[in-house]
C-alpha cells in the first residue's frame, strides 16, 4: 500500500556522494533517509584494474546496508519522479517522500544506445568496457586473448565519469602485450574526442610520452559514430566541422559509452536546459538555482568539474555544511572550488596523479618532492591498496 512519510533529509542515491554527505550530516541531523533501490555499492575506480587483470571486481563490491552510516534511514526503493513545489519525491513502489532539505545524487546514466551497433555486441566479438561491474572482466579476457591484429580504445565526447579511464585501460593493455611480448603485432589505436591527451597541458604531456612508448596511433578529435560487429569494423567521425571520419577494422575493442543525467532526472523540473539534463545547481555552493532547499552533488550535478569519486570526496563536506546553513536559516558560506582528481594507470606498476581544479591548473595534494604528475610506482601502490582503503574507511565514514 502506497504510504506518504517525511523526513528532515531525504538523500536520492547511496552511491560515493550520497553515502559521503549522510555521513557528515548524520552528526548533525536526527532524521536522514537515503532511498536507493540496490543492494550492492560499487567501489567504481577499480573496474578499470579488473579490466587490465590487476584486481577482482568482487574486491569492489559491498552491500548497500553495510556502507549506510548508523542511525540513517536507508528506504529500498527507486526514485521516479521530484515535486519540487510541494517538496516531496514519488519512488517506483509509489510511495510520496517529503522533506525540508533534498540531496539528489543518483548518479550518470549510460546511454549505449546512443552509438549503433554497441549495445547488442557488449560482452561479445571482443567487445568491452570497464564502464560496468558485470563486462570489466570481459575486458581482461580478451585482453588476454588478443595476440595480434587491431585493438581500439574510444572514448564518446560530452561529459563522462573518470574521463581519464577510456585511455588507463588502453595503456594496462599495452603494459601487458609487451610483458607478452605481442606489443608488436598488434595495432593499437586509441581514438579521443579531445584536442589533446588530457584538458591541463602538463598531464597531456607525461600522456604523451607514455602513447609514443607504446607505439599507439592515437586519433584526436573524433569518436565513435558505430559499429558492424559481423564485419568488426568501427566507424569514427570527426568532431571538426569539415573533418573526416575514418573506419578501423579491430580483433579486440574498449568502447566506452555517451553518459548523460538518468532520463527521470532530465525531464524533471530539476534539470538544467542542456541535452545532458543534469541537476541545475550553483557549481560553488551545490545549490539548486530554482529551488533553495535542494542540493545535488556527484556525477548527477550540473557542476562543469570532472565527474569523479574524487569530486564528490572535496564536495560532500561542502554540501553537508551548506545544507547545515540551509536548515538554520543562515547564508551558505562553504564552496566548492572544482577539485578533481584522476589517477592515469600508464602501467601495470605505474601511476601519474592527475589533480586539478576549475582553474585547470594542477592543484597536487603531495609535497613538491614526490612529483606525482609523471607516472611513479609508488603511486600504483595508491591506486590499488590506498585509494580504496581510504574511500571504505574514510570518505564512506564522513571522514578525510
Ligand atoms: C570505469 C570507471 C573508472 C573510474 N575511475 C575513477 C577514478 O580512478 N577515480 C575517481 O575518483 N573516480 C573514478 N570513477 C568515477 C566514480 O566512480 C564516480 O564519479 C562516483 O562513483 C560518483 O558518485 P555518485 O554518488 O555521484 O554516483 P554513484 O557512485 O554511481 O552512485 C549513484 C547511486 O544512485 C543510485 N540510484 C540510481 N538511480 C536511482 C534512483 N532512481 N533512485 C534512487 N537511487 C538511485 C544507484 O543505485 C547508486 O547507488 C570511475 C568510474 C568508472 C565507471
Known sequence: MATTTHHKVVIVGGGAAGISVSARLRKEVDDIAIIDPSEKHYYQPLWTLVGGGCAKRETTQRSEASVIPKGVNWIKDAVTSFDPDNNSVETAGGDTIGYDVL???????LDWNKIPGVSDTLGKNGVSSNYTYDLAPKTWEFIQNTKSGSAVFTMPSGPIKCAGAPQKIAYLACDYWRSEGVLDDIDVHLVLPTPRTFGVPVFADALDEVVADYGIDLHLMSELESLDSDGKKATFKSMEEDGDGFTLDYDMMHVVPHQSAPDWVKSSPLSTDEPTGYVDVDKNTHQHVRYANIFSLGDAGSMPNSK?????????PVVAANVLAQLAGGDLSKRYEGYSSCPLTTSRHK???AEFDYSMEPTPSFPKFINAQKPRRDMWFLKKYGLPFFYWNMMLKGRG
Open 351 to 353: 601511476m601519474l596523479l
Open 308 to 316: 569523479t569519486g574524487a569530486a564528490a570526496r572535496k564536495q560532500a
Open 103 to 109: 540531496i539528489v545524487c543518483p548518479g550518470i546514466q
